[in-house]
């Protein structure tokens, strides 16, 4: 069975452009959270979704957004990147939304010049 | 202070070795403790859950103290590839938040 998959893997940007980055959860798994991580840092959670709604969000400012789709997958989208968003960005999945293991993709790193 | 913090790294241990790592949580709500695995420049990876009564895996050992809001994992006999670094997880207020700790780096060396 397919783990969670994350795309791109990798990506340039530059300051004040926007980004989208995709994830597709674990085959019957409903909910989708991300996770900021830099370098030497461990993940800061970003956002969670599940059956479609936002069931949690962190302290991130409104640059940051995302959404789920019918079929449980998720985009995260961040606009007008600063220097300071470059970062893994990780996606989980989980069974459903409450506290329970989540399983990571491989990430997408971002890097802002 | 931060909501979960690691002992600082990096733990240098010889092969055959046993090592502990150690992990404090500030929000005594919390209900669900992980340890994760990360190697370098990729995903975290589910280690093991974390129960009051304390829980075996193997050489992997993991206790959980509500009252003291502590957290361990125990690695015996350490083999070259658990060089990685280990993340301390607790549980959030919202719903699937999950909050990591820093992580400590283990390096096993032959």
Request: glycine share 10%.
């Amino acid at each position: 069975d397919a783990g969670v998959t994350q795309s791109p893997t990798h990506l340039i940007k530059t300051r004040g452009q926007q980004v989208t980055l995709r994830c597709s959860p674990i085959s019957g798994h409903k909910s989708v959270s991300w996770y900021q991580q830099v370098l030497g840092q461990g993940p800061q959670f970003i956002f969670q979704y599940y059956e479609k709604e936002e069931r949690g969000r962190g302290n991130f400012p409104d640059r940051f957004s995302a959404r789920q789709f019918p079929n449980y997958s998720s985009e995260l989208n961040v606009n007008a990147l600063l220097l300071g968003d470059s970062a893994l960005y990780l996606c989980a999945s989980s069974l459903g939304a409450g506290n329970q293991p989540q399983h990571f993709g491989d990430g997408t790193r971002l890097s802002i010049l | 202070r931060k909501e979960v913090e690691q002992d600082p790294g990096p733990f240098n241990v010889p092969e055959g070795a046993t090592v502990a790592f150690n992990c404090t949580y500030s929000n005594s709500a919390s209900q669900s403790f992980f340890w994760y695995r990360q190697d370098c420049r990729k995903e975290p990876k589910l280690l093991m859950s974390v129960y009051s009564s304390g829980n075996e895996d193997g050489r992997f050992t993991a206790q959980l103290n509500r009252a003291s809001q502590y957290i361990s994992l125990l690695i015996r006999d350490s083999k070259l590839s658990d060089s990685a670094t280990y993340l301390c997880v607790v549980s959030g207020n919202q719903g699937g938040k999950l909050i990591f700790g820093q992580g400590t780096e283990l390096s096993v060396k032959p």
